[in-house]
C-alpha cells in the first residue's frame, strides 16, 4: 500500500459509501438487515469464493488464519482482564470484543478490493477466516459468558455461506479448476458492488447519531486496544518472521497490516444489545473508531511507507 493520489481516491471514495448509508438512513429509512442479507448470501459468498480460487497455496497463506485467530485472541482476552480490573459487570467482556475485534469484512474487505491487486484480496480473504472463526467461537463464549453453548457457537458458524465458499474456493484451487468464465466476466462488478454495499451498510448501522451515549473510559482503553496494541503485535510478528523466523512471505504482510488497523467491528453493537450492556455506549465507540481511522489508517500506511 502506498500513499498516492489514486490511495486517497479510492479511500475516500470509500468514506463517501459510509456517509451514503447514514444520508439513505436518515432521509429514505432503509432496512439495513436485508442489504446485509443480500450481502452475507450472496455477494460475500462470490468474493470470498473468487478471492480464495486465484490465491497461490502455499503453506504460509494457509496457516494465515491460524495467526489471525491467536493474535485476536491474545488480544480479547488481555482486555478482558483488564476490563475486569476496572468493571465488575459484563462491561469488560464488551472491552474485550472492542479491544480485539475489527471490521475486516463490511470495512477491510472493500479497501482491500479497492487497493490491492487479485492476489493480496485473496491472502486478506484468508486471514479474514480467521477474524471469522474467532467471531464465532471466542467472541460467542466470552460475551456472553457462558450464553451460547459450543455447540450453538458451532452451529452459528456452520450457517455463514463465506464458510462454504471458502472451502468451495479451496477445492477448486487445490484442482486448479480456475476457467469460470461467467465468474470472471462479472466479478469486477461483483466487487465494486460489495465495496459499496459494504461500508453503506456501516453508516447505516451505526446511526441514529441522537441516540450515541461516550464512555471515555471504554473508548479509550478500546482504542488502546484496536488501534495500538493490535498493530503492535502484528508489526513484532511480522519483524520476527523477516529476521528469524521467515515462515510467512512477504506478500502476506500488507493483508495482515490491513487487518490490524480497521476500525471497530459493527458487530460488537450486535453484541451488546444481546447483552443489554450499553449499546448506545458501544454504537459511539465504534463510530468514533470509524471517523477516526479517516486520519488514522492513512497516518499508519505513511509511517510503515517511511
Same mark, same amino acid.
Request: hydrophobic share 45%; aromatic share 14%; glycine share 8%.
Given at each position: 500500500m502506498t500513499l498516492d493520489f489514486n490511495f486517497f481516491t479510492n479511500f475516500l471514495l470509500i468514506y463517501l459509501f459510509l456517509f451514503t448509508g447514514v444520508f439513505l438512513k436518515y432521509f429514505v429509512k432503509i432496512n439495513e438487515k436485508l442489504i446485509g442479507k443480500f450481502l452475507i448470501y450472496l455477494l460475500a459468498p462470490i468474493v470470498i469464493f473468487h478471492g480464495t480460487l486465484n490465491t497461490a497455496l502455499i503453506s504460509n497463506v494457509i496457516f494465515l488464519p491460524i495467526l489471525i485467530f491467536l493474535i485476536s485472541s491474545f488480544v480479547c482476552y488481555l482486555f478482558y482482564f483488564i476490563g475486569k480490573k476496572i468493571w465488575n459487570d459484563s462491561n469488560a467482556n464488551i472491552l474485550a470484543i472492542l479491544s480485539s475485534e475489527g471490521n475486516t469484512g463490511y470495512f477491510g474487505l472493500p479497501i482491500a478490493i479497492l487497493l490491492f491487486n487479485n492476489e493480496l484480496?485473496?491472502?486478506?480473504?484468508?486471514?479474514?477466516?480467521?477474524?471469522?472463526l474467532f467471531e464465532n467461537s471466542v467472541v460467542y463464549y466470552l460475551?456472553?459468558?457462558?450464553?451460547?453453548? /459450543? *455447540?450453538?457457537? &458451532?452451529? /452459528? *458458524?456452520?450457517? &455463514?455461506?463465506?464458510i462454504y465458499a471458502f472451502i468451495a474456493g479451496l477445492i477448486f484451487n487445490f484442482y486448479s479448476i480456475k476457467n469460470i468464465k461467467l465468474l470472471d466476466s462479472y466479478i469486477d462488478y461483483i466487487q465494486d458492488l460489495y465495496s459499496f454495499l459494504g461500508m453503506m451498510i456501516v453508516g447505516l448501522s451505526i446511526y441514529p447519531l441522537s441516540n450515541l451515549s461516550l464512555d471515555k473510559k471504554m473508548v479509550l482503553l478500546s482504542f488502546l486496544g484496536k488501534f495500538i496494541i493490535w498493530p503492535i503485535f502484528t508489526l513484532f510478528f511480522i519483524y520476527f518472521n523477516e529476521n528469524f523466523f521467515h515462515f510467512f512471505s512477504h506478500e502476506v504482510y500488507a493483508p495482515l497490516i490491513l487487518v490490524s488497523i480497521v476500525p471497530i467491528a459493527v458487530n460488537t453493537v450486535v453484541f451488546a444489545t444481546v447483552l443489554n450492556v450499553y449499546p448506545r455506549k458501544v454504537a459511539s465507540t465504534v463510530l468514533l473508531s470509524t471517523i477516526f481511522s479517516i486520519i488514522y489508517i492513512p497516518l499508519c500506511i505513511?509511517?510503515?511507507?517511511n
Open positions: 484480496v485473496g491472502i486478506y480473504i484468508f486471514a479474514l477466516m480467521g477474524v471469522t460475551t456472553a459468558r457462558g450464553r451460547y453453548s /459450543k *455447540l450453538h457457537s &458451532l452451529y /452459528k *458458524l456452520l450457517k &455463514l455461506p463465506a505513511y509511517i510503515l511507507n
